[in-house]
């Protein structure tokens, strides 16, 4: 199983309810598409799945809900480094 790491800052979008993410530089070159793909995803030793949304610029953002927020004890702004996988 391949996988990439990146390291990234937690960005939110700045809106109200606005997502709270990572952007992923170069997934369409590993994903093969630039269309939304389920993916595993490591962040600081917690591991989840996530569906990777196209940002329409060659490059996916990989939402980071409240509770991968908690468990990564992160906060928007810091930087992380992202390890991830496609779904088998």
Sequence with gaps: MSNA???ATIAKENKEGGWTF???????AFLGTGKAT???AKIGGHEFTV???PTGDGTHFLPLSKPVMK????????????EVWRQQ
């Design 5 to 7: 790491v990146f390291t």
């Design 22 to 28: 990572v952007t992923w530089p170069e997934s369409v």
């Design 38 to 40: 389920k993916v595993s």
């Design 51 to 53: 569906t990777s949304l």
């Design 71 to 82: 468990a990564i004890g992160k906060v928007v702004g810091e930087t992380v480094e992202v």
